[in-house]
């Protein structure tokens, strides 16, 4: 834009701040992330295979991917059964062996001769509050109404999406090739990109995780090895910070029922596995989509972690990914003037 031949926005100018807004709704929207991140994998999930469907048989796209939504949702209603049932049997024994080890620790001589003796109450109270915690995340984890809620919304828009495919891309072609609607559908696409590569990565180093430290659980014979192997999938999940917190707990386990030598070889292990992680997992898959040093990488888990809670943990780096998949068009752009 010019005034008198000044320019006033430039095409930079006007791009950063489209992403400025764009980054300023998504945090007033943040809660549903979760119902954005289900939406994009069950639209990606059914896309691909409506898609090899199609190619393999006479049937239109549209119908392909009704077949497809039909198909899971089958096996999704068949598997109600197993979840409901044999899962939640396995979840309450889930819970008794982790307050089982709760006790362990408590009992153990480690426990008896460092902190009972000394400060009893403080310590106490200590794992008391652990033990309270640990309650409350077995109610939390029964406690997936939302969820649900949220599983059954996305796989209904991600059904109504593909379906209407060809309408939306009309419609975004018609939009000002510069203006704000067609520049946040880009950003959208930037962050759905930036979900699927995110949970790739995190399932990738959950199952490396756990598949690699059941090893050195069974070598070390720590009790409730099932429960500590739920832990550490589930935390890994968490990027970066979640195998810290089920590592911190496993040496503890290790520490007070195998004593220092069983600390000494966990924390060996965990900075082993933290090398093959850092050094091998994740850059291997991040390099693929977006290079970003590691420091970038945990300032902004900080930062989001700070702004959001533990649901900052998970948008920080589709955000990331975002902001330089943005940052990347606005310079091309710059090149093309």
Known sequence: MTIDGITVFSPRMRGWAMAVAFFVLLGFVRQLFLLFACLVLFQRLFAWLGSYLHRHSRLPFNAAVMIVAVVFLTLLIAADYWLFEVLWRHLEQLKMSVLSLIDIVETSAFFQHYFHNTVESGFG??????????????????????????LVIAFILSIVFLLEKDELVLWQARQDANGLIQSWCQFLR???????????????VAV??????????????????????????????????????????????????????????????????????????????????VALPSFVIIVSLLLFEHLFGILGLFMSFPCLYTLVKINEKIENSMQLV
Request: aromatic fraction near 10%; proline fraction near 3%.
């Open 190 to 204: 930037f962050l759905a990109d930036a979900v699927v590569v995110t949970v790739r990565l995190q399932i990738t």
């Open 208 to 289: 490396v995780n756990t598949t690699l430290t059941l090893p050195i659980l069974l070598f070390l014979h720590l009790p409730g090895i099932s429960a500590l192997l739920v832990l550490l999938f589930i935390s890994s999940l968490v990027p970066v910070v979640g195998a810290v917190v089920a590592g911190a707990v496993i040496m503890t386990i290790a520490l007070v029922t195998k004593g220092l030598w069983g600390l000494i070889l966990f924390i060996v292990w965990t900075f082993i596995l933290h090398k093959i992680e850092s050094y091998f997992l994740i850059p291997r898959l991040a390099a693929r989509h």
């Open 125 to 150: 109270s200590f794992t008391a509050e652990i033990k309270n915690h640990a309650l409350e995340v077995f109610h939390y984890a029964q406690s997936i109404g939302r969820g649900v809620v949220y």
